[in-house]
């Protein structure tokens, strides 16, 4: 790594930098002249000038005097105010690999030559997904080796001269110590408690793996990944209307359920997802074991006025104050997925939930044959997505298993919770005031006073507006006049796309009728011949080419 490649700095490494620069600048001679206190200084180095303090040295650790240990990390963050998880050079957001290389960093849990410089290959890192900017994750899963507790081999004796006897021996070594055994987890460095004290409160580690399987790969050795997209019934404000089912804002959830048992087994996903003509992707069939709509019990929040007269459908007019707005999700589990292939599928199921497109919607866009070209929509809002969890079974029962649509693994790792390595300390490392629930508790009612004032200034809002019942009684007698105006307006439609409100888009295209992108093959064609080959095909050539050239050399 070149440390003079600044774009490769953590944004706390470029911090320290300037600062260091700046108190470099301090201690520089005004006068062009040697300085006396220079040459009394000795060594060339300048003094301190008058009224400042030398910057103190941060005294590195020696790797050399500590063992190491390869262990598994499973990490839960909020992403909204992260550009995503994998470190990026240039970019406007932290990532949160960066927040994790900062306290590693710092922890002295792994020791980089230059730790201003992001190198995770100093450390036998894998990763298991690759969440995007503004997705969160409950079950992200890292492997990494780390500074560990465990005492290093003792150095072999000093040879003992012939003719010496054992009383010489043990006055000259001193009595014989009885080590004692080291306990894996007790004596161990409690990981998660001394990440959590340095990384921000919206990334928490979560448990720790103290024995990964062999070969461990957190990419490769997961086996089933699982996300949840959520939503909210009504999606966004509903506006006071004449009666009917279809209503702007509200959901048709069980369309949207019977639209997503239709991604589960395999499928062909390259109609929803996003294309990335630099990987030269061919394979787009990946497996969905399982897909559905699910609502989130006792997560109401007390908006009486969305299911009033006027604003809710008739199924829904006349429920009991406070039990909408609803909260839902979208629940998958997948082998593996594709580039945005979850916001994608997200999106489709909005479609279907507005009544812009049936169910059988979702079939269509897996048959290659009647879509070999993705229609040109949207996909949707990338906060309410969530890596939910990532599961490692057995991996040769696991690999003996054929894939199929309602596959259910098993995690067999050993996690050790946060605060819970020691079970005398459980209750005050998980529950006491300083424990990893306090401070998620901290961070939680910070955004919960949030919701709540925001909540009452909106039921506020809508009471107002409405006027009371004499405006209502005055608003059913113009119903006629409201019924034209709603023709009118049937026209343009609000999209929703999982953000916080809808979007206005004039007159829906249905998907038979939207147009139609590139195909995955002429993209990657477009790709190859951009970089000076002459297809995708030939490109693929000469990557496998030259891995095998490089092969042959490390052999």
């Known amino acids: 790594m070149d440390p003079s490649n600044y774009n490769s700095w953590t944004k706390l490494g470029l911090v320290e930098r300037v600062r260091q620069l700046e108190a470099e600048l301090q201690t520089r001679p005004a006068a062009p002249e040697p300085d006396p206190a220079v040459r009394q200084h000795g060594s060339g180095e300048a003094a301190p000038a008058p009224g400042t303090t030398k910057p103190k040295i941060k005294r590195k650790m020696d790797p050399s005097k500590y063992s190491t240990r390869f262990i598994a990390l499973k990490l839960a963050y909020l992403g909204k105010n992260y550009g995503g998880f994998e470190f990026q050079a240039v970019g406007n957001q932290p990532t949160i690999e960066e927040e994790l290389w900062n306290a590693l960093t710092k922890a002295c849990l792994i020791f980089p030559q230059d730790e201003k410089i992001v190198d995770f290959n100093i450390c036998e890192y894998s990763k298991c997904g690759r969440t995007d900017r503004g997705v969160s994750a409950f079950g992200q899963v890292i492997g990494i080796r780390v500074r560990s507790n465990r005492p290093l081999p003792k150095k072999p004796q000093q040879p003992v001269e012939e003719g010496t006897t054992e009383e010489q021996v043990v006055q000259a070594e001193g009595p014989e110590a009885e080590e004692k055994p080291f306990d894996p987890i007790a004596d161990e460095i409690p990981y998660p408690m001394v990440l959590n004290r340095l990384l ?283 019924q034209q105006s709603n023709k009118k307006s049937a026209l343009s439609v609000r999209l929703y796309e999982g953000g916080n409100t809808g979007r206005p888009a004039g007159k829906y295209v249905p998907m038979e009728r939207k147009d139609k992108l590139e195909s995955p093959d002429e993209l990657n064609d477009k790709y190859a011949r951009r970089k000076g080959f002459k297809d995708a095909a030939d490109m693929r050539a000469r990557r496998n080419e030259s891995k095998d050239a490089v092969m042959q050399d490390d052999e």
């Open 200 to 482: 921000p409160p919206d990334i928490r580690i979560l448990a720790w793996c103290p024995s990964p399987p062999p070969d461990f790969s957190a990419r490769f050795s997961c086996r089933e990944r699982q996300y949840r997209y959520f939503f909210t019934q009504p999606a966004f404000s509903p506006e006071p209307s004449t009666g009917g089912e279809g209503k702007p804002g509200w959901l048709d959830i069980d369309a949207m359920r019977d639209a997503a048992k239709r991604f589960e087994g395999e499928q062909d996903f390259r109609n929803l997802c996003k294309v990335d003509p630099a990987k030269l992707i061919t394979n787009w069939s990946r497996t969905i074991f399982e897909s559905d709509i699910v609502e989130v019990r006792d997560a109401a929040t007390a908006l009486p006025y969305v299911t009033a007269a006027g604003f809710s459908p008739a199924s829904v007019a006349g429920t009991a104050a406070g039990e909408f707005p609803k909260v839902y999700y979208f629940h998958v589990r997948g082998s593996a997925f594709l580039w945005h292939q979850i916001r994608h599928m997200v999106a489709v199921l909005f479609l279907v939930g507005q009544g812009l497109e049936k169910p059988s919607v979702v079939s269509e866009l897996l048959d290659v044959n009647r879509y070999p070209r993705k229609p040109g929509y949207a996909m949707a809002d990338e906060v309410p997505l969530v890596l939910w969890d990532c599961v490692f079974p057995d991996l040769a029962a696991a690999d003996a298993t054929p894939l199929s649509a309602h596959n259910t693994h098993v995690d067999t790792m050993q996690w050790i919770r946060a605060g819970a390595e020691t079970s005398s300390s459980m209750r005050a490392g998980q529950f006491g005031p300083f424990g990893a629930l306090d401070g998620m508790w901290k961070l939680w009612r910070g955004h919960k006073m949030d919701e709540l004032l925001s909540g009452q200034l909106l039921q506020l809002m809508s009471e107002q507006a409405t006027g009371g019942d004499e405006a209502r009684t005055q608003q059913q007698q113009q119903q006629p006049e409201k």
